[in-house]
């Protein structure tokens, strides 16, 4: 798979630009790396978020992998502060664990098979 490392980057400034339009502050991500997948975690206070954005992040992220899709326009993320494109990193990702808890720690696990 061509431009993977770009790819991984596009994914983590996708879900940053999302984090901070969201109002989250103190935004933590850890990147590793294993032999067959990478895992993004995502951690950051996010205080009081109703359940439409969680859910809707949920929504968005958990769209099923394409290959094809991301093949293509995995350029098309990233480059605008206006709106985001997570429907397109839930495409290049295949699995997302979102956890909220005490209503402000938000943790968004990703993982992506190489």
Known sequence: ???LRQRNVKIISE???YLLKIGCEEIHVDYITHDDYIH???KCIAKNLDDKTINDIGTLLNMPRRHDIEEYYWELTGDDD???ELSLVGMMVDDVVI???NNKDLIINL???N
Do not use: A, E, S
């Open 99 to 101: 956890d909220y808890k």
């Open 111 to 113: 993982k992506r098979i």
């Open 82 to 84: 206006l709106d985001t």
């Open 40 to 42: 993004f975690v995502f």
């Open 1 to 3: 798979m061509r431009h």
């Open 15 to 17: 879900i940053m630009n």
